[in-house]
């Protein structure tokens, strides 16, 4: 994850910094969040056509209207669309779910527990994104990232290509070691204001690494030359790159043929 905008913008909210109205509302702006319709981005081989549908978890009504309009014209085009979802199939019990959570907000600063119980980032019954009161946000009609963008389709031609989150934990305790639980890790309890000492390394290979091979991967397996992929935008770097070390021929381009 390159430190941009869009990771300064992630410390400013689930940091809880004070940073002024101002300020803040230029992070968002930056990032998406105001944006009432997608912006598209193309890569190619010259063989598969790639288009990327940069996603954020918090926008405009407008935006995820334009995000299914677009999505669905290209089904009708017969592409095969990969989308994002970290799964949580293989959490059994409450004692499991709460160490995980804890774990992933040691790593990312993520209070997991808290946006599933939201229904998202965005809490509209407060107008606060994870705990910080925005006054301006009810001026929008921003909404969480909606779950029937690509509820409408046969599934065979939508595919949700992300971790497990037992296994994106596996991964990376197997790479960095185990993730211990220190008391105060352990005390603070969710919902409540969390001190993040970020490991970049590690935090990096949770939140994109792992997921970026993962994509690249299926898109190269794939059999289909059409595909398109709904992921946060700042997945497509890493995946362009990924791309361009097994293909040199991947590029970004501005249209697709």
Do not use: W
Not at 74 to 82: C, D, E, G
Not at 121 to 140: A, E, F, P, Q, V
């Amino acid at each position: 994850m390159v430190f941009n905008y869009k990771t300064s913008l992630l410390i400013c909210l689930l940091g809880q910094l004070t940073f002024s109205s101002c300020i803040t509302r230029i992070l968002l702006k930056k990032v998406g969040i105001f944006d009432k319709t997608v912006t598209l981005k193309y890569i190619t081989n010259g063989t598969k056509q790639i288009v990327f549908l940069p996603m954020h978890h918090i926008g405009e009504k407008e935006f995820y209207e334009d995000a299914k309009a677009t999505t669905d014209s290209f089904l009708k085009k017969n592409y095969m669309v990969f989308f994002e979802a970290v799964r949580r199939n293989g959490i059994t019990d409450s004692i499991q779910k709460d160490t995980i959570y804890r774990k992933v907000r040691k790593i990312t600063g993520v209070d997991f527990y808290t946006i599933l119980s939201n229904g998202g980032y965005l809490d509209t019954t407060t107008n606060t994104i994870m705990g910080l009161k925005l006054r301006y946000i009810s001026k929008h009609k921003l909404v969480n990232q909606s779950k029937q963008l690509l509820s409408s389709f046969d599934s065979s031609h939508v595919k949700n290509i992300d971790a497990d989150i037992l296994e994106l934990m596996n991964a990376t305790e197997k790479k960095f070691g185990k993730i211990i639980l220190e008391p105060y890790d352990l005390k603070t309890p969710f919902r409540e204001k969390y001190k993040h000492k970020k490991n970049k390394k590690i935090s990096d290979f949770f939140v994109s690494e792992y997921r970026n091979n993962l994509l690249t991967d299926s898109i190269l397996k794939s059999p289909y030359d059409k595909i398109m992929i709904v992921y946060g935008a700042k997945h497509f770097d890493g995946i362009l790159e990924n791309l361009k070390l097994v293909d040199k021929n991947y590029k970004e381009v501005g249209k697709l043929d």
